[in-house]
T-cell receptor, first 114, second 115 residues
């Protein structure tokens, strides 16, 4: 079965500091990984996705993600956090045997304090 | 929130009533999805549809029903059989094809509260 795990329910960081939101995956086959952001009472917005061969992926709003095959991780990063980055972040994996299905992590709430 | 609209934004239901949540997309996407979001549980798949007049159950389909009569529309009915329907409901769409890197597009969501 395919799955992703987000081990932290919440991450707190001060504005201007680097941030990391963790995601690990379990996939039998090639991993197709995605990060989304959700602001309160809104839908999910796409941030970035892993393309095979690109271990460092750059996405929207200055976010990037680091893919590590040996650790089966796809952590979301940003060099300098903004208060406006405070939101709920979801990692997702696409089922490589049924492209129509996606599996989402439980979400990580990012709090950026001024 | 892309080209997906969901209505209403907020919905209140009395116990024992069926309610229908609307989802419309103008992205010409083939696949459409309904997810349920509860605090701390991420998104759980209710139903999805790849083409008109066809749909498949997701992980938590009990107490829900859908239809796909038009490519643009994928309404979700929450029936009285759903014991705990209070949640945030998200509709999504996806262009089909052989590209595994296509991402889903999400609507703004409907918050359903049972009184």
């Amino acid at each position: 079965a395919q799955s992703v795990a987000q081990p932290e329910d919440q991450v707190n960081v001060a504005e201007g500091n680097p941030l990391t939101v963790k995601c690990t995956y379990s996939v039998s086959g090639n991993p197709y990984l995605f990060w989304y952001v959700q602001y309160p009472n809104r839908g999910l917005q796409f941030l970035l996705k892993y393309i095979t061969g690109d271990n460092l992926v750059k996405g929207s709003y200055g976010f990037e993600a680091e893919f590590n095959k040996s650790q089966t991780s796809f952590h979301l990063k940003k060099p300098s956090a903004l208060v406006s980055d405070s939101a709920l972040y979801f990692c997702a994996v696409r089922d490589p045997y049924n492209f129509n299905k996606f599996y989402f992590g439980s979400g990580t709430k990012l709090n950026v304090k001024p | 929130d892309g080209g997906i609209t969901q209505s209403p934004k907020y919905l209140f239901r009395k116990e024992g009533q069926n309610v229908t949540l609307s989802c419309e997309q103008n992205l010409n996407h083939d696949a459409m999805y309904w997810y349920r979001q509860d605090p701390g549980q991420g998104l759980r798949l209710i139903y999805y549809s790849q083409i008109v007049n066809d749909f498949q159950k997701g992980d938590i389909a009990e107490g829900y029903s859908v239809s796909r009569e038009k490519k643009e529309s994928f309404p979700l009915t929450v029936t009285s059989a759903q014991k705990n329907p209070t949640a945030f409901y998200l509709c999504a769409s996806l262009p089909l094809g052989t590209d595994p890197y296509n991402e889903q597009f999400f609507g703004p969501g409907t918050r359903l509260t049972v009184l």
